[in-house]
């Protein structure tokens, strides 16, 4: 049985199509250098004196076994699950988790539950659950508790969602604020071009689909045009404009390159 883990699932829920990339079709981006920082941060926290200053007083208290990076799999009745918890803690009756984050904190406490749902099987006498996200560049943390009940409830739910994963045949594109990060987006914009010829749009499935595509082309601009801008600034251009939407004027003339448009942001 394959394991489904929070990223699979993650990834599913943002973008079907995006999942059919990483997870059917196996491809593997490149890291950003914001993945490559974190997976950084995360490699420095090995032991308790590791821990982050604003985080150590919390730590000391709640986690007393404290076991670092592991990874845990389970067997449930119709799929099986795994992560990689960062560290966690477990004493009699009680369990503590804490993930670390380099900034931003997930705005959902998922991510926790699969964890606190995996240590429920690895260790069946823990009925509490107290959880962190720890923003180590943020200075902060977020804490969550749950009870078994509140756990069990939580895997109904993960069930549902990993029968429509393992049972999917198609994977339609889900553009949004996602697609500007998103590795894929080329082969994405290759696969969804608008068409050339629009007739009228008459029905609301016609007026999905091509707000899709469209939005799936914003982004694919959007990207082209930070790295023509990275490119530009990094050889010299310095004085090139930039209007509100990132527009650059590329034109010949030596007065637009410049930039001496009238009303037009200088970066
Ligand atoms: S570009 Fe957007 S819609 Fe396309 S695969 Fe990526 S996230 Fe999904």
């Not at 950003?32 to 000391?60: N, Y």
């Not at 739910?157 to 994977?171: G, P, V, Y």
């Not at 590795?183 to 608008?194: G, L, R, S």
Request: net charge negative; glycine share 2%.
């Amino acid at each position: 049985m394959e394991h489904l883990s929070y990223s699979r699932i993650k990834t599913f829920s943002q973008c079907p199509k995006l999942y059919e990339y990483r997870y059917i079709a196996n491809r593997v981006p490149a890291p950003s250098q914001l993945m490559l920082e974190g997976a950084d941060e995360h490699l420095k926290i090995a032991s308790t004196e590791q821990v982050p200053e604003f985080f150590k007083p919390a730590f000391e208290r709640n986690f007393p076994l404290p076991v670092f990076e592991e990874t845990i799999e389970a067997d449930f009745l119709t799929f099986g699950l795994k992560g990689v918890i960062d560290v966690y803690s477990v004493q009699n009756i009680s369990a503590s988790i804490a993930d670390w984050k380099l900034l931003n904190i997930p705005e959902d406490d998922t991510q926790l539950k699969i964890y606190a749902l995996l240590l429920s099987q690895k260790y069946p006498q823990v009925v509490f659950f107290q959880c962190y996200y720890v923003s180590l560049k943020g200075n902060f943390f977020k804490r969550y508790t749950y009870t078994i009940e509140d756990i069990q409830e939580f895997e109904a739910s993960l069930s549902e969602i990993a029968d429509t994963i393992q049972t999917a045949k198609d994977f339609p594109p889900r553009p949004g604020q996602h697609c500007a990060w998103c590795a894929f987006i080329k082969e994405c914009y290759q696969e969804n071009q608008i068409p050339l010829e629009i007739t009228q749009i008459t029905t609301l499935e016609q007026a999905i689909e091509l707000a899709r595509k469209v939005y799936i082309a914003e982004n694919f601009l959007d990207q082209i045009k930070a790295q023509l801008k990275t490119f530009l600034l990094e050889h010299g251009l310095d004085e090139l404009v930039f209007d509100e939407n990132n527009r650059m004027y590329l034109s010949p003339s030596i007065a637009l390159r410049f930039g001496k448009i009238n009303g037009r942001k200088k970066k």
